[in-house]
């Protein structure tokens, strides 16, 4: 019978929520305030989903992971725009057709679009016919909806069927995930009349990787439930939990859980979370997933526009459109920073007129950087202000980021609206800083005066938000910097009345053991991967610092044998070896402690698993961002038993001057210079931001008298090591003399460090502030970096924190403008106090520049080695005496027929003369560059004949070049015939780090083609009978570009595959003959007889241009003179 309770049941119907009551369980994970703006803060992984989605995966799986014993018949079925388009295949004709229960069953019809309280704001129907479901919906589908304070557009609703029970048969689960654990609530009872489930729900915490029994969940969950349901909800509890961990849930939440007469259970309302980061273990399980943007917020094409260029680059490009008609425009590079400009934005009172969040990172292109600056320009224009409007530009300091290359777009940005920007009175404020900023600022300014724009413009002698409150007319201009030559370390005086004033410091308490070990001079590390610009830029930190050997003492790479790689000691070169496998690397290496870990996101935890098996490992840093968070809470679990430090995930690493940096922290060496990051200061700092490090390492400089160690422990929701972790590293080192946090919304790691102060454990003084107090500006969600800045409750507010600290005796300033201000108020009273006894300056030591710098920076040049005529292979597509490969293949010559009959006795038709003749024009020459040619011509400008230079250049075919047809077709084919997947055979490749030949490009992805490869491809597809060799690779190279982007199906691929679908589909040889011509080498034939032609070329063009003998110059030699040493080679 009906029960009347489903009616009240409804009025509870979730997304985040599911009652009124029930929300306040809700508060501790996603309770949506004004601060909500801050639930997807920065590139967040845990993402709401829609309840159709999570019910459909519920009705997917349910069934396995129960072993049969239950099931969820009907998800229902989500009803989107398209029923307004009779040529969609998705009216409600089509809807019907394919659900006809929605003509036999009563129904329930709900928004689905992260909306809580839907039937307060009466948006549920129920006990409705498919009549009056489907009129109820179109009376509001793209309709404008008030829903409480925010107004949204109503465009997608879930029908599913009216489930008749009664009261009693209600109840209340919900899964969550913690640090250590996974936190299951359970109460008897459910509904929109639960209550307050947080205080009275029964608990059961299951550790992470421990599995669920049935009876503990009776013992501890179902006490209150009947005797005779307790089996069946128990089972039914246990499945769901394996569903909830298996395929990454991070919140599941159903209210309420019904369980009928017949022991069936039906989850009415749901509320899930899903790890997006998990994408790469669960896509087959989860299928496509639709995560919906917040409720109440318009969706912009220009955002449309942005975040499709973001999913095309490996740059980091982000725009979300507050208010289309505010006054305060950011343009802001890096995750962390785009936050704390909006902070400090709304903490100077403008939070109203802010008008967008964006963030353009990671090394955009001069392109890239016009497009975006293009995009916010024109919407800046769309409404007019009668008093102007202010972009800011602006960004931490950048690591690797050319800042000349992306602000060579800003100003095509700039040129394309002149006029518009004059006439709008758009003030353009600057400030930015990292590797050729100086060039970069000088081009804005002269292209500002040029064009009569006023832009101003600074760097890091202005700290990051300076221009702010100059741009707003709230503080006096700074004049703007001499561009003549780049900012050095600040020159500090000396602060006067040193040691005069009596100390407030609080006696310190006994220090304790600590799981991070504090890094010497001497702590050594192995870096795993080829990260060659980090490994270079730690070795020269360590030679600025005057260490006496190396920080990195070997690499791993298990994808080549063992070998050496060169790298500067200075000015001198010396070898590092790399290893394949951890084992051998640790093994050889027993002194070592850290292991830094630049894996990707794919493979981090099982590298860092079998790091820390070995005991010599102390400490542990993950770069790697998106890992999955039941694999990182793995990952802590293992590290905690094992008494080994982990930094990360998702950390750009740490640095302690004069010891040892991890990764690329700090930047490029100028900005080590600037921050005096080479020699101790007295001020310790933990951030979470990585990005925001190097701010911090300039605010501190320039405030005290430096770092004297900082970390970014990373901005996942379980980071490895917390806040509390370094500072009692911190309050145990006396070297540490003053502390300094940069937190953000989300998590309670702070109150842990408040609690250790209030305790007396630290005793330091500790200057800190939260990210993130613009969040009371704003009623709706915004994606923004971190995964785990989140606020999932009143506590986890950034202003809450920084309320907390202040109250606890921390020195917190009103805004983070203010935070160089405290740095310096807080240092000079522990001078006067005694504290720190101040140095005089030494001299800034000077590392060479390399030399690829240098070339860029245009300060050198070089004379080429080669002249060449005949062939040109820079740019996007392959040139033959300048004619573009694609123009070779229209003139029809062809050598096909004639080598069919010499080499395979026979004449193949035409498609496959053609296609022969393909082959040959495609191998003919690949520039001078490459082994074969360089031989040839050498051997030519040496005076020997066409045929000695000729051999000289085939005798270097192998297979490191050009000999991957053969094996490439061979592999391909057999894992075709053994009938084993794309997937398994990666993975089998991967088991016995194997490279897959005809995989990979240096510079060509799916994005930007090689040429040559879609030429044969479609050639292959149009004239081939059929092409499954073809086809298994394209299948493989979709998976294995998901891992990068470049690991593409290559030109060398792409023959040898279509060359076996040529001899195997066009009917003039049989099977055996087609394994034999593999096994004979004929794929290396035709390469051989293609470049033969290329070799002849250029042995003619040496002679033409007479050119002299070569000899290879000096200073592009290493000259080894050390004897090998007996033991510890690579």
Partial sequence: CYSPSLSRLYFSASQHSTSQSSWKLSSRFVKLTSWSFFSSFFAMSVKPIREHTGKSLLHRWLNEYSEGKHRYENPGVLVTPAVLDKTSGGTWEDLLEENPWLKEKKLVAKPDQLIKRRGKAGLIAVNKTFEEARDWVM?????????????GQLTHFLVEPLVPHQQEEEFYICMHSLRYYDEILFYHEGGVDVGDVDSKASKLQVKTGEALSTSTVVSQLLGKVPSEKQENLASFIVSLFKFYRDLHFAYLEINPLVMLSDNTVVPLDMAAKLDETANFLCAQKWGEVDYPPPFGRAAYPEEALIREMDGKTGASLKLTILNDRGRVWTMVAGGGASVVYADTVADYGWGHELANYGEYSGAPTTEETF???KTLLSLMLKHPHPDGKF?????GIAN???????????????????AEIKEHKIQIWIRRAGPNYIEGLRKVKIASDKLGLGVKVYGPETHITAIIPMALGLSPEIPEPDLSQVCGPPVRKLVPNAGTKPSTQKPAPPPTAHTIVTSTPETTAIVYGMQMRAVQGMLDFDFMCKRKKPS????????????????????EEILMPVYTTTKEAVTKHPNVSVFINFASFRSVYETTMEAMNHKSIKTVALIAEGVPEQQTKELIQVAEERGVGMIGPATVGGIKPGCLRLGNTGGMLDNVVMSRLYRPGSVAYVSKSGGMSNELNNIVCRNSDGVYEGVAIGGDRYPGSRFLDHFLRYQDDPKAKMLLLLGEVGGIDEYDLIEAVKSGRITKPIVAWCVGTCAS??????????????????????????????????FVPESFDKLPEMISKVYVQLVEEGVIVEQPEGETPQVPMDYTWAKQLGM????????????????????????????????DMGIGGTLSLLWFRRQLPPACCKFIEMILMVTADHGPAVSGAHNTIVTARAGKDLISALCSGLLTIGPRFGGALDDAARMFAHALDSGVSPKDF????????????????RIKSLANPDQRVVIIKEYAKQHFKNTPVLDFALEVEQLTTRKRANLILNVDGCIAVCFVDMIRSCGAFSREECDDLMDFGCLNGLFVLGRSMGFIGHYLDQLRLKQPLYRHPWDDITYIQEMAAANGGA
């Fill in 139 to 151: 009376a509001r589908m793209c309709k404008e909806q008030k829903v409480e304070s925010v107004t």
């Fill in 371 to 373: 497009v975006y600056a």
């Fill in 391 to 395: 972009l800011i530009i602006g960004g």
């Fill in 400 to 418: 690797f980021t050319d800042v000349a290359a992306t602000f060579t777009g800003l100003i095509k940005a700039l040129e394309h609206y002149v």
């Fill in 552 to 571: 990195v003492e070997a690499m791993i790479f298990p994808f080549s044998g063992n070998h050496y790689v060169k790298f500067y000691w200075g000015t």
């Fill in 777 to 810: 500006c704003f009623t709706t969600e915004v994606q923004f970096g971190h995964a785990g800045a989140q606020a999932r409750g009143d506590m986890e507010t950034a202003a809450a924190k920084n309320k907390a600290m202040r109250e606890a005796g921390f």
């Fill in 860 to 891: 050198v040049r070089k004379p080429a080695n080669f002249i060449s005529s005949i062939s040109d292979d820079r740019g996007d597509e392959l040139k033959y005496c300048g004619i573009p490969i694609s123009e070779v293949f229209k003139n």
């Fill in 986 to 1001: 990666i993975d089998k490749m991967k088991k016995t780090n194997q490279l897959i030949m005809g995989i990979g490009h």
